[in-house]
Structures are given as C-alpha cells and as structure tokens.
C-alpha cells in the first residue's frame, strides 16, 4: 500500500503479538511452540534430535534436507487420544547465542529446561531460569541422563525446590519428566506433559487474521539469496504476500516447510523458510 511504510515503527514489532490479538476474533486452538534450554552439556541437542527422530510430523522422517531451526512433532493428547502438533524451536544454546536465546523466549509459549540427573544446577541452568521467567514462558523441567548410574532424580528436585520451582509430585506446581534422551526413555511423557501444560495455556490464534511473524533464522543462500526461517503467530503467511521485516521485506516467492518440502501458505504456529526478501532480515525481526 502506498504510504504504508510510515506505519511501521519499532514500537510496532515489540508490540505487535500482544497488542494484535486483543483485537482478534475467531481465535481457535493453535499448536504449542516450545523452546528447549539448559546448560550445554545436559543433553538439550540430543533430546531435540531424539524428538525429531521419534515423532516427526513428516512421516518421511528421512526426507528433511535442511535444518530451519525449528521442526514439528506429532504427539497423541493423553486425555482427548487426538493427534497434536508440538513446533520445536532448535536454537543455539552456546553463550555467544544468549540474545538469540532470550530472543528465542519471546516466540515461544512453553520452555523444556533440560538438567542432567547426574550433574547439579548449572549457571547456564539458572541463566536459562531467569529468562524463562522473565518472558513468562510456562515450565517443564526434563531431568535428563536417567540412565547414568550416578543419576540422582531426588538431588535435582531439592536443588529446584531451593529455587522456588517445587515439582510437582512434592506439591509443587514444576512439572518434572525424568528421561533419557540417549536412549529415547519417557520421551512420550515429556511431550505429552507439554501438550497438558499447552491445555492450561489455552494457546489461540486466528488463521484467518491480521498476519505477524517473527525471524528466527536467515542467511544468504548463494543460489536463491536472502532466506529467512519464520515463525507465523497469527494469520497466514502465502506465496505472493508482500511483507514487512523490519527495515526491509519483499515479496514471497516460496515457501518451504521443516522437510523442505513446498508449501502454498503457512498458518499460526508453524515454521517456514521464506524466500523472496530482499535484504537478509535480523533475527527477532
């Protein structure tokens, strides 16, 4: 639209999810979008690798060409016995990626916080605790590494315990999962507390609504340029959409879901790389 880019300020993008959908109609249930954190060493990359291994929404599991830096699940509901949809958002958990990190935590709805049965809260862990926190994601703690013959369940629950995040089972309110993500132990468990935390939440958005989105990956690709991964909040995003990002936009010439796969439009919740920018986008944008 002519004149439209005047509307656009920074304000604009910092408000945009919450303030959108105060004015929202329609809203139907939408897909839980979690992000996984913790220490770098209590298995957060394996236990996302094992969820993408057991539970790929695309039953040709095998088919994913490429990493988007976010997938989805396909996970039973233990009450309602229907199929669900859990999108992953698999972010770097090194400490030069703490501002993609608290960044990741503005997109997301559900934080996983992994900690190692066999190991004891971590400064990373807390680090993890405070953004969590203070970006109100909702908490499930996996105490990973079960297998481990030092593991200690009862140790890691103390130590969270001390830090006001009482579990569950000792009449708290941290929903705790032990599992072992080496060897795909109560996995099933893990996601399916997720889709009951997602219950709680009562995640909403509408597919028929004003369009927002977030970056949470982009590059230059040689052959196609700039490429972006987003995640869509509300409304769909379609081949041929003239966008707004940040500084910059384009229009889009295609879409392509987590397996690589060509997809016509994307609704709330799901990740999709996005080709048609004109200048590569920032992450959070």
Same mark, same amino acid.
């Given at each position: 639209?002519?004149?439209?880019?005047?509307?656009?300020?920074?304000?604009?993008?910092?408000?945009?999810?919450?303030?959108?959908?105060?004015?929202?109609?329609?809203?139907?249930?939408?897909?839980?979008?979690?992000?996984?954190?913790?220490?770098?060493?209590?298995?957060?990359?394996?236990?996302?690798?094992?969820?993408?291994?057991?539970?790929?929404?695309?039953?040709?599991?095998?088919?994913?060409?490429?990493?988007?830096?976010?997938?989805?699940?396909?996970?039973?509901?233990?009450?309602?016995?229907?199929?669900?949809?859990?999108?992953?958002?698999?972010?770097?958990?090194?400490?030069?990626?703490?501002?993609?990190?608290?960044?990741?935590?503005? =997109? +997301?709805?559900?934080? /996983?916080?992994?900690?190692? %049965? *066999?190991?004891?809260?971590?400064?990373?862990? &807390?680090?993890? @605790? !405070?953004?969590?926190?203070?970006?109100?994601?909702?908490?499930? =703690? +996996?105490?990973?590494? /079960?297998?481990?013959?030092? %593991? *200690?369940?009862?140790?890691?629950?103390?130590? &969270?315990?001390? @830090? !006001?995040?009482?579990?569950?089972?000792?009449?708290?309110?941290?929903?705790?999962?032990?599992?072992?993500?080496?060897?795909?132990?109560?996995?099933?468990?893990?996601?399916?507390?997720?889709?009951?935390?997602?219950?709680?939440?009562?995640?909403?958005?509408?597919?028929?609504?004003?369009?927002?989105?977030?970056?949470?990956?982009?590059?230059?690709?040689?052959?196609?340029?700039?490429?972006?991964?987003?995640?869509?909040?509300?409304?769909?995003?379609?081949?041929?959409?003239?966008?707004?990002?940040?500084?910059?936009?384009?229009?889009?010439?295609?879409?392509?879901?987590?397996?690589?796969?060509?997809?016509?439009?994307?609704?709330?919740?799901?990740?999709?790389?996005?080709?048609?920018?004109?200048?590569?986008?920032?992450?959070?944008?």
């Amino acid at each position: 639209q002519e004149g439209a880019e005047e509307e656009f300020t920074d304000e604009t993008e910092t408000l945009c999810v919450k303030d959108l959908m105060k004015n929202e109609k329609n809203l139907t249930q939408r897909p839980p979008v979690v992000v996984v954190m913790g220490h770098v060493d209590h298995g957060k990359t394996t236990l996302l690798d094992t969820i993408r291994k057991t539970s790929i929404a695309d039953t040709e599991a095998g088919a994913i060409t490429q990493h988007i830096g976010a997938y989805q699940a396909r996970v039973t509901h233990p009450k309602e016995k229907d199929e669900r949809l859990i999108t992953f958002i698999d972010t770097p958990g090194h400490e030069a990626f703490r501002g993609m990190r608290s960044r990741g935590g503005r =997109v +997301a709805d559900i934080a /996983v916080l992994v900690v190692a %049965a *066999d190991d004891k809260i971590q400064p990373q862990t &807390l680090e993890s @605790i !405070n953004i969590i926190q203070k970006e109100n994601l909702a908490l499930v =703690v +996996a105490i990973n590494k /079960v297998d481990k013959p030092d %593991a *200690d369940i009862d140790r890691i629950k103390t130590s &969270l315990s001390e @830090i !006001n995040l009482s579990p569950e089972d000792w009449g708290g309110s941290t929903i705790c999962v032990p599992v072992s993500a080496k060897k795909g132990e109560n996995i099933e468990a893990l996601l399916e507390s997720i889709l009951i935390v997602a219950d709680v939440e009562e995640l909403k958005a509408n597919a028929a609504g004003t369009l927002c989105a977030t970056t949470i990956e982009a590059h230059v690709d040689k052959g196609v340029g700039p490429v972006a991964t987003a995640l869509i909040h509300n409304g769909t995003l379609r081949v041929g959409d003239i966008i707004k990002c940040g500084s910059g936009g384009g229009r889009i010439k295609r879409l392509e879901d987590f397996t690589g796969a060509d997809i016509k439009a994307a609704g709330p919740s799901t990740p999709v790389r996005v080709l048609g920018f004109k200048e590569v986008p920032h992450v959070g944008d």
